[in-house]
């Protein structure tokens, strides 16, 4: 008996030691693997501004208003460097707080308040530098508004982003 079953149980017992090493292995990996997930998701998603969730017509009419803000922006310093008041107020006047790419009312469910004092004086601020446009300021004086109401998008482009829920 004994001359046949020791190589059996030899074999046996190797083939446990294998197996569980092979699990042992299998187990390190899976930690391995769950490591790296957790690093990676970290890596692609690095952006902790406060998200917004919107539905796709929502940010597209948030992202239209935003290039009516960079058209703005765009236009009074080609009229500051062209010294052309008129130039001024009418670029301003597209990001006045009524102009109709403006966000509206029905943007209010969605908008926190704070985004929304943000925006508005965004917008109060043009509104404020066309009338000063029209009403004989200096090129220095709306340079100045300018640059503090860059402020304004500033502040709040590192407070928010957009996301879009399906
Ligand atoms: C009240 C908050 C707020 C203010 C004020 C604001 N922005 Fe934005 N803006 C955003 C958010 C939020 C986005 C979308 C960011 C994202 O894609 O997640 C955005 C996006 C944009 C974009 C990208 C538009 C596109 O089509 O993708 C431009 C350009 C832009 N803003 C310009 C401006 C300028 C110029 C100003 C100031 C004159 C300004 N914004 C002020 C919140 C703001």
Same mark, same amino acid.
């Given at each position: 008996m004994i001359p046949i079953s020791a190589p059996l149980t030899k074999i046996t017992l190797l083939g446990a030691c294998l197996m569980l090493f092979s699990a042992c292995d299998e187990a390190r990996e899976h930690e391995e693997r769950e490591e790296h997930a957790q690093t990676s998701e970290h890596s692609i998603n690095p952006d902790q501004r406060k998200i917004l969730h919107m539905d796709v017509k929502q940010r597209h009419h948030v992202l239209t208003e935003m290039r009516q803000l960079l058209a703005s922006t765009q236009g009074v310093l080609e009229g500051i460097a062209e010294n052309d008041m008129e130039k001024i107020a009418e670029a301003a006047a597209l990001s006045a !707080?009524?102009? !109709?790419k403006t966000v509206d009312f029905r943007m209010k469910d969605v908008l926190p308040p704070d985004f929304r004092q943000m925006g508005k004086a965004a917008h109060v601020a043009f509104g404020d530098m066309a009338q000063k446009a029209q009403n004989g300021a200096s090129k220095e004086e709306i340079t100045m508004d300018l640059a503090n109401t860059l402020n304004t998008c500033v502040a709040c482009h590192s407070t928010f982003q957009v996301s879009v829920d399906d």
């Open positions: !707080p009524k102009a !109709p």
